[in-house]
Structure formats: C-alpha cells, structure tokens
C-alpha cells in the first residue's frame, strides 16, 4: 500500500518560513519522480516543484528563488523549504511521486500566509 505523508505546514507570517515534508511508503522511492503540488481556494492545483531520481529539480516561477525542493532516499523523504512566503502561497499542498507506471498523491498539508 502507497502511502505520502505530508507534514510541516501551518499558519506564518508574510516573509516568513516553512519546511513542508514528505514521507513514502510502499513505492521504490528512489525511482520515482517526487514533486509538490498546491491548490488554493476556488482554484486548479497546481504545480510547485519537482526533483527527478537524478535530482533534477523544476520550479513553478513563482516560486523560483523562494522554494528549494530536496529529497533523501535514505528516508524515502521529499523536502519543499518555503521562505520569504507570500499571502498568494496560501494553499493546501500536496505530495506527489510518479514513475513510468503511476502516480500517487498524498493528503494534503494547509499552509497559510497571513498578511
């Protein structure tokens, strides 16, 4: 059974940071594709980062030069440092790993950026 365990998400003033995490289970870690994704209120998730089994890493704009994204296959773990937050980063954020075959998400962490 595949699991993504997101954590580290919370409530942070603008300017402000977070460390989302992410815990695997169940998949070939190493091997897959592990990103994070975000959806606000009333919108289409959308994509933040995301960092290839090679550790190649992709950046949404607007979060390039703010957001690093990690990961150690050590401890099947997926890492999104957040720092110099927005209001508009508010979103519920969500792990994601995919590989030839599949692509699974986790449930969610909140994270909210007070102005």
């Known amino acids: 059974q595949v699991q993504l365990v997101e954590s580290g998400g919370g409530l942070v003033q603008a300017g402000g940071s977070l460390r989302l995490s992410c815990a695997a289970s169940g998949i070939i870690f190493r091997r897959n594709t592990m990103g994070w994704y975000r959806q606000a209120p009333d919108m289409q998730r959308e994509l933040v980062a995301t960092i290839t089994s090679g550790d190649y890493t992709n950046y949404a704009d607007s979060v390039k030069g703010r957001f690093t994204i990690s990961r150690d296959n050590a401890k099947n773990t997926v890492y999104l440092q957040m720092n110099n937050l927005k209001f508009e980063d508010t979103a519920v954020y969500y792990c994601?790993?995919?590989?030839?075959?599949?692509?699974?998400w986790g449930q969610g962490t909140q994270v909210t950026v007070s102005s």
């Open positions: 994601n790993a995919k590989n030839t075959w599949s692509a699974y």
